[in-house]
């Protein structure tokens, strides 16, 4: 749905940004917001012209806003505890597993030349 709102309809604010190829040339849309709750598709050029704010280039992209908005507080909540416990545990226990390692080795190799 694409429209060309820039012809006379106010717009109150940019959404975000995107790019569409057609026929291997980029063009550019924003999604706007007319009235509150009322959304339309214009392209850049029709969005430069109405002057609406944030200016074009500082719209996130529409990728970016998404994933944004439509994060999972629970995964942020398991990814949180990964960050935070579970990668510093893993690398303590291969610490004292490198530790435990060498000393049963070194332990071994004393063990054998005492017997001797």
Same mark, same amino acid.
């Given at each position: 749905?694409?429209?060309?709102?820039?012809?006379?309809?106010?717009?109150?604010?940019?959404?975000?940004?995107?790019?569409?190829?057609?026929?291997?040339?980029?063009?550019?849309?924003?999604?706007?917001?007319?009235?509150?709750?009322?959304?339309?598709?214009?392209?850049? %050029?029709?969005? %430069?012209?109405?002057?609406?704010?944030?200016?074009?280039?500082?719209?996130?992209?529409?990728?970016?806003?998404?994933?944004?908005?439509?994060?999972?507080?629970?995964?942020?909540?398991?990814?949180?505890?990964?960050?935070?416990?579970? %990668?510093?545990?893993?690398?303590?226990?291969?610490?004292?597993?490198?530790?435990?390692?060498?000393?049963?080795?070194?332990?071994?190799?004393?063990?054998?030349?005492?017997?001797?």
């Amino acid at each position: 749905m694409r429209s060309s709102v820039g012809l006379g309809e106010a717009m109150t604010r940019g959404l975000w940004r995107w790019v569409d190829e057609t026929g291997g040339v980029d063009r550019w849309f924003a999604r706007v917001e007319l009235r509150r709750g009322e959304w339309a598709d214009v392209e850049q %050029e029709h969005y %430069e012209e109405d002057r609406c704010p944030p200016p074009f280039w500082q719209l996130p992209l529409r990728e970016d806003y998404l994933s944004e908005v439509q994060r999972d507080p629970i995964q942020e909540s398991y990814t949180e505890f990964d960050r935070k416990i579970m %990668e510093p545990g893993i690398i303590i226990m291969l610490g004292l597993g490198a530790f435990v390692f060498l000393t049963v080795i070194l332990l071994a190799t004393v063990g054998v030349r005492l017997g001797d």
